[in-house]
């Protein structure tokens, strides 16, 4: 492992649309971390039917929001098992709330390195807003990035997830969440300009993890 005990335990954020995903499949391929969402967590857990597989389930089913404290035994939990211990973790969306920030430094989850994804408003509207759905193959294009072939265009749907009203509420949503977290992992946020193209932003990234 590199420095110290043990494997590096790594958290990426970022607003919706600034292609967060990309690059967690980029820093797995290249560093080997574990990657991990608290999505895949919880669906794991339910599917085995552990323990808190089953206390999570019973506020799944009646339709309501798993507690933070839940999800951060969950998260304890997968971060203690072999895999992560050698390869280290990347973990993808948690926390998204600062109470769940408060809950991981109670549990004594030290992370080396916070990566943030950062893109302006205006940018993350005009890549969503241009997007088109079509509903026959479900292939997703860009009106100015990925533009679709004449011939469909006029069967291509405008989903009300990217019309620009619905885009700026959920980013509202992740600055005013975001900005709670932070202070928790002040000394080890790595801002990343994710403006650019992947590789690119995948450089400033790598620039970050680098020295783990």
């Known amino acids: 492992s590199r420095g110290g005990g043990s494997a590096p335990l790594v958290v990426i954020a970022g607003p919706p649309a600034a292609g967060k995903g990309t690059q967690c ?21 339910v599917k085995q039917g552990t323990e808190l597989g089953l206390k999570a389930k019973t506020y799944m089913d ?39 920030a408060q809950a991981m430094v109670d549990a004594g989850l030290q992370v080396e390195r916070f990566l943030l994804i950062e893109v ?12 088109r759905l079509d509903p026959q193959t479900g292939d997703i294009y860009h009106l100015k990035f990925k533009p ?25 949503n992740y600055h005013s969440q975001i900005d709670g ?19 690119d932003v995948f450089g400033l990234v790598s620039a970050g993890l680098d020295n783990l």
Not at 120 to 131: A, K, Y
Not at 156 to 162: G, M, Y
Not at 181 to 199: Q, R
Request: hydrophobic content about 35%; proline content about 7%.
């Open 62 to 100: 009646a339709g309501g929001l798993v507690p933070s404290e839940l999800i951060v035994d969950l998260v304890k939990d997968r971060l203690a098992q072999a895999d992560v211990k050698e390869k280290g973790c990347l973990l993808d969306g948690f926390p998204r709330a600062p109470d769940q």
């Open 120 to 131: 302006p408003d205006d940018t993350l509207v005009e890549r969503g807003c241009g997007r």
């Open 148 to 172: 679709p072939p004449e011939d469909i265009k006029e069967r291509l749907v405008h989903r009300s997830d990217d019309q620009e009203e619905a885009i700026r509420v959920r980013l509202g």
């Open 181 to 199: 977290i932070l202070p928790f992992f002040k000394d080890v946020v790595v801002k990343v300009d994710g403006t650019g193209k992947p590789d």
């Open 25 to 45: 499949d980029k820093i797995k391929d290249k560093y080997g971390y574990v990657h991990i969402s608290t999505g895949d967590i919880l669906r794991e857990n």
